[in-house]
């Protein structure tokens, strides 16, 4: 499939996805305008502010990741960090995720197999934190009195607790799966094939990477995906409240920041599911507006604050992935002079 004809599908489903949310919210476009012009400018350098925050972090959770064979500093890891969290909410499909694995390459010549493994424990890593704080933010939702239509908020976060158990196992045991999956390749007889040869002879190195990465080192990393996720919801609690999701909402009455990592929590979990359109739109805002909207929050103002969030967070991923890319090439020459 050509650039082209990805790009357009990519911009069709999003464009599909996002009129979908409006029918069904019975929000007019005009209105993520609207709420967009109502972002006080304070509310936007402070919520930029805090959205710069995270990039050292997340470059210090790769450091940590990092083999010893194969240090990447600190601050080179920085513009690598802004590039791919804008590679990958911007490509479909989420493919951009695979660019950190060239991004490392680039910068310190770190095998493919150590850059996937990086990857695949932070990512599990961001998906348990997340599921964790949701689980959390709907056993403390439960008992408020002004939710006593939502039944389901306890067995869900029993639940989600349950998943994020099983996703730190994960990230603790990815040498095993690749192991398996290995395995299973040899019981079909398909590592015979030319291209199944490949596939394991990848699939043996990323087993040694991931074996590379100690407890120490996934302990740290996991420490730190605690601050990194709560200036994620600290920026989206700026913007949901600057943009007339007030955490004094007149719909429900108080609006506190366990019901924005609900909320908030819910969109990001549907943006991490690869099948969004161009930009991430699609199942981020659906989620984010099923989210409050289960919180008693009108379903247009869900809607309109979401889109207009998503909005904000891409011009900044952007600015800061282009600093990102600027950066790293200014980085690569000065190398090679």
């Not at 949310?21 to 709420?35: A, D, Q, R």
């Not at 099923?290 to 919180?295: K, N, V």
């Amino acid at each position: 499939m050509n650039t082209a004809l990805r790009l357009t599908l990519s911009l069709a489903l999003a464009a599909g996805l996002v009129m979908l949310l409006l029918h069904w919210s019975g929000t007019e476009p005009g209105e993520i305008f609207t709420v967009l012009g109502s972002l006080d400018a304070s509310v936007y350098w402070t919520a930029l502010g805090v959205q710069v925050l995270i990039y050292p972090l997340r470059a210090k959770r790769l450091r940590t990741l990092l083999p010893a064979a194969h240090p990447v500093p600190t601050m080179r890891l920085i513009p690598i960090t802004a590039a791919h969290v804008l590679a990958s909410n911007v490509l479909p499909a989420k493919v951009g995720e695979a660019s950190l694995v060239l991004y490392l390459r680039r910068a310190g010549n770190v095998p493919a197999a150590h850059g996937t493994a990086v990857l695949y424990v932070s990512r599990v890593l961001d998906f348990a934190t997340l599921t964790g704080a949701m689980a959390a933010a709907c056993l403390i939702l439960e008992p408020s009195p002004e939710l006593p239509e939502l039944p389901w908020m306890v067995p869900l976060g029993m639940s989600l607790g349950v998943v994020t158990l099983a996703l730190a196992w994960l990230a603790a045991s990815g040498g095993r799966l690749v192991s398996l999956a290995t395995g299973l390749l040899s019981l079909l007889h398909l590592d015979s094939t030319g291209l199944g040869a490949r596939v394991v002879g990848f699939a043996e190195r990323l087993r040694e990477s991931l074996a590379q990465v100690g407890r120490r080192q996934l302990w740290s990393a996991a420490a730190l995906g605690v601050p990194i996720w709560i200036l994620v919801f600290v920026f989206y609690a700026i913007l949901a409240q600057g943009l007339g999701l007030s955490l004094e909402c007149a719909c429900i009455g108080v609006l506190g920041f366990a019901d924005m990592v609900f909320g908030v929590g819910l969109g990001i979990l549907g943006n991490m599911i690869p099948i969004n359109g161009f930009g991430g739109f699609g199942l981020q805002d659906m989620g984010w507006a099923a989210g409050f909207t289960a919180l008693g929050v009108h379903a247009d103002l869900a809607a309109s604050t979401g889109l207009a969030a998503h909005v904000v967070y891409l011009f900044n991923i952007s600015l800061l992935g282009l600093l990102g890319h600027t950066l790293m090439g200014l980085s690569r020459r000065s190398r090679s002079d």
